[in-house]
């Protein structure tokens, strides 16, 4: 294979690394194994490009949109964490029933019911819904041990190091056209926060000199029942509405259209085989990642070959516990200094996606439809139907889709009919 060559190596191992501290985060979170959620985003991540003919440079990993209803599952009576597996393995299933419905239904219609003033919003919006986690971990909101040993002023230096270093290595190196140096900011970045890190002291390797060399990942079975499945399930409609916007902005970064080819009932399906397959063997759900969004554009990395080799690394180490745990002891200032950047390029994309496409803001229905989608989207509107809750990007895309199909029915219909 012309395209597994050192330098694609180094890039997927880079790129392995973006996706790893958000990806073992839910596991940490919800009680499940960090080995078993790296050898499920590393296998479903090759079974989503499979399926989606080996177009589309995406890297599957957990999705934090679960996160309650494993918790809700887990912890109540007589619950557990097999059970929430049960309903995830339903969710993915649902996703590919959805699939199979967008299989028969033709791309204009649906580039009509998601047209860049509802697209743009979108992607803006998981930049922005995500900013708030890259900030939390740039001040040392989620490690108190670190404040205390450096402040919030020293967690926001080590933060805007990692940041700057990062634009130094992709700005500097670009312009000497250093190919290969100029498309790793995000390791080159991630391995300097690291090592000013360990140099005042802000890294703990106990968990390190304790972890085994090898191990095989902690599979388990799920368990289904009613109730799991009532909790679980209707978080897969928020996440297949996710899924779009994803797919839309990954398209927009590369410059292609994978709404219509290899077509969006292929990316769907991957998604949902992989989120069951995952739960099956006791791993989260998977999703397609919006750091992998980021790490694209920062880096220009296109070549879905990438995320392939990333998803064998994290395969192989999955069975390799002292690495993962090195990885765990990378303080969270560091990794918010680059997530600033990464979440920030997401949104970018998204303005950029409308200026591509000279969106006329004076027309008063497409203002009005992208400010109500950006102010549901980011002010915390909320609505409740027993188990399911429909919020943020979710509720921002659908309120967004119906808006376009009321104000702008007829000529959706007469462009149909051209």
């Known amino acids: 294979m012309k395209d597994l060559n050192g330098n694609n190596l180094v890039l997927g191992f880079q790129h392995m690394f973006v996706m790893f501290g958000a990806t073992v985060l839910v596991p940490l979170i919800t009680g499940l194994d960090v080995g078993v959620t790296l050898f499920a985003a590393g296998i479903g991540t090759l079974i989503f490009h499979v399926l989606t003919k080996f177009q589309v440079p995406v890297f599957l990993g957990s999705s934090f949109a679960f996160i309650p209803g494993i918790i809700a599952v887990a912890t109540a009576k007589g619950g557990s964490l097999p059970e929430a597996l049960g309903g995830i393995v339903i969710a993915g299933l649902l996703y590919v029933v959805v699939a199979i419905i967008f299989r028969f239904i033709d791309a204009r219609i649906l580039h009509k019911i998601l047209p860049p003033f509802v697209t743009g919003p979108i992607i803006i919006l998981i930049g922005l819904i995500l900013a708030p986690v890259a900030i939390s971990n740039a001040n040392g909101t989620y490690a108190a041990g670190i404040v205390e040993k450096i402040g919030v002023n020293g967690c926001w230096g080590v933060a805007l190091f990692t940041f700057a270093v990062a634009i130094f290595v992709k700005v500097f190196f670009e312009k000497r056209r250093r190919k290969l140096l100029s498309m790793l900011p995000v390791l080159i970045a991630l391995i300097s926060g690291y090592i000013l890190a360990v140099i005042i002291g802000i890294v703990d390797f106990s968990s390190v000199y304790a972890a085994a060399w090898f191990g095989i990942p902690n599979f388990s079975l799920p368990v289904f029942s009613a109730r799991s499945m009532s909790i679980i399930v209707p978080i897969a409609i928020v ?44 791993g989260p759900a998977n999703t397609t990642y919006s750091e992998n ?126």
């Not at 950029?352 to 004076?362: A, E, G």
């Open 239 to 282: 996440t297949i509405v996710e899924h779009f916007g994803d797919i839309l902005a990954i398209g927009n970064v590369v410059g292609k259209d994978f709404i219509k080819k290899p077509g969006i009932h292929r990316t769907l399906m991957g998604d949902g085989i992989a989120t069951s397959i995952s739960a099956l063997i006791g």
């Open 293 to 418: 969004t980021g790490a694209v554009a920062l880096t220009g990395n296109f070549n879905p070959v990438i995320m392939r080799i990333a998803a064998l690394f994290a395969i192989i180490l999955s069975f390799v516990p002292k690495f993962t745990a090195v990885i765990g002891t990378i303080p969270s200032p560091v990794i918010g200094g680059i997530s600033v950047l990464l979440f920030g390029m997401i949104s970018s994309i998204g303005i950029k996606n409308m200026v591509d496409h000279q969106v006329d803001f004076s027309d008063a229905k497409i203002l009005m439809i992208s400010a109500a989608m950006l102010v549901l989207g980011l002010g915390g509107a909320k609505f409740a139907f027993g188990n399911f809750q429909l919020e943020g990007l979710g509720l921002a895309a659908i309120v967004g889709v119906i808006l376009n199909l009321i104000l702008n029915f007829k000529h959706i219909i007469s462009k149909l009919k051209d």
